[in-house]
């Protein structure tokens, strides 16, 4: 089992930032691979960014490429999300999720494991 718990959400205005944080319990953390998702109200889960377990690879989704930075600290068992230049289109629940054998990266069912999310609202 691997429990996981997002911190690090909040209110910003546009243009501002966020660092969201994962921190990771259980088996091995460094063996995971590790995607951040969110879900808007009214919204279906979104992609948002996957890295390897090394942190040698990385994706993203069209909508954040260029302005939000995935990251990871195997000495931690910690995954970061830098999330730069927020737009209110961006206000959702942020939720973290680790895989051990994630087939196609922006797929939930490739994931074993999510944690509880959290809030980030970006106003106007």
């Known amino acids: 089992q691997v429990q996981l718990v997002e911190s690090g959400g909040g209110l910003v205005q546009a243009g501002g930032s966020l660092r969201l944080s994962c921190a990771a319990s259980?088996?091995?953390?460094?063996?995971?691979?590790m995607g951040w998702f969110r879900q808007a109200p009214g919204k279906a889960h979104e992609f948002v960014a996957y890295?390897?377990?090394?942190?040698?690879?990385?994706y993203y989704a069209d909508s954040v490429k260029g302005r939000f930075t995935i990251s990871r600290d195997n000495t931690k068992n910690t995954v970061y999300l830098q999330m730069d230049s927020l737009k209110p289109e961006d206000t959702a629940v942020y939720l973290c999720?680790?895989?051990?054998?994630?087939?196609?990266?922006?797929?939930?069912?490739?994931?074993?494991?999510w944690g509880q999310g959290t809030q980030v609202t970006v106003s106007s």
């Open positions: 999720a680790a895989g051990l054998r994630v087939t196609t990266y922006f797929n939930r069912p490739s994931y074993d494991y």
């Open positions: 259980g088996r091995a953390f460094s063996g995971y691979t």
């Open positions: 890295i390897s377990w090394s942190g040698s690879i990385t």
